[in-house]
T-cell receptor, first 117, second 110 residues
Framework: NAGVTQTPKFRVLKTGQSMTLLCAQD?????MYWYRQDPGMGLRLIHY???????AKGEVPDGYNVSRLKKQNFLLGLESAAPSQTSVYFC????????????????FGPGTRLTVL | AQSVTQPDIHITVSEGASLELRCNYS??????LFWYVQSPGQGLQLLLK??????LVQGIKGFEAEFKRSQSSFNLRKPSVHWRDAAEYFC????????FGTGTRLQVFP
């Protein structure tokens, strides 16, 4: 049981390049999330998904797109990377516990460190 | 607006000393409160959570937290800190989504 995995672990991009970050979970969780972590700002939600085929915007969605074609995978895309997107990106998943969304325990991946030059 | 404040950016304690990390929240309804820990180079791991009931919540690794509605606080405590506890700690409030505080970095001296 690998939990939540993220690919790649590190990446350096030039401004304007595109890339996709992959998140995979093997816990059959309904909900998945993408966060970015910047110094002094905690974690901020980029996009999330409440089930296969669904996506929704979080707090800082601009410049990112996501897809959830399979329940176990949640992809985060950067179409035209900018230096402001230099950050550590975390994926998380949580089961549906029947309560309000956001109240479930979230399980985090190890993160992807992205640098945009 | 919903928000979480962790007033201490960095705390240093000696191994064996007691610890209290502060967390204040702003939320219009009954809050769902969490503490997560992040070890260097790792993702976040849940320490404990409060939904309702007993206001003193026990978590993993010997941590506990107390919910005080009158003070809008959910402070994390540990009676005796170990060097392995050195990490960054995040308080979060669960609403439609999790809202994280900016974190407190804990350093432990031997």
């Amino acid at each position: 049981n690998a939990g939540v995995t993220q690919t790649p672990k590190f990446r350096v991009l030039k401004t304007g390049q595109s890339m996709t970050l992959l998140c995979a979970q093997d816990m059959n969780h309904e909900y998945m999330y993408w966060y970015r972590q910047d110094p002094g700002m905690g974690l901020r939600l980029i996009h999330y998904s409440v089930g296969e085929g669904t996506t929704a915007k979080g707090e800082v969605p601009d410049g990112y797109n996501v897809s959830r074609l399979k329940k176990q995978n949640f992809l985060l895309g950067l179409e035209s990377a900018a230096p402001s997107q230099t950050s550590v990106y975390f994926c998380a998943s949580s089961p549906e516990n029947g309560g309000p969304r956001g109240t479930d325990t979230q399980y985090f991946g190890p993160g992807t460190r992205l640098t945009v030059l | 607006a919903q928000s979480v404040t962790q007033p201490d950016i960095h705390i240093t304690v000696s191994e064996g000393a007691s610890l209290e990390l502060r967390c204040n929240y702003s939320y219009g309804a009954t809050p769902y409160l969490f503490w997560y820990v992040q070890s260097p180079g790792q993702g976040l791991q849940l320490l404990l959570k409060y939904f309702s009931g007993d206001t003193l919540v026990q978590g993993i690794k010997g941590f506990e937290a107390e919910f005080k509605r009158s003070q809008s606080s959910f402070n994390l405590r540990k009676p005796s800190v170990h060097w392995r506890d050195a990490a960054e700690y995040f308080c979060a409030v669960g609403a439609d989504k999790l809202i994280f505080g900016t974190g407190t970095r804990l350093q432990v001296f031997p």
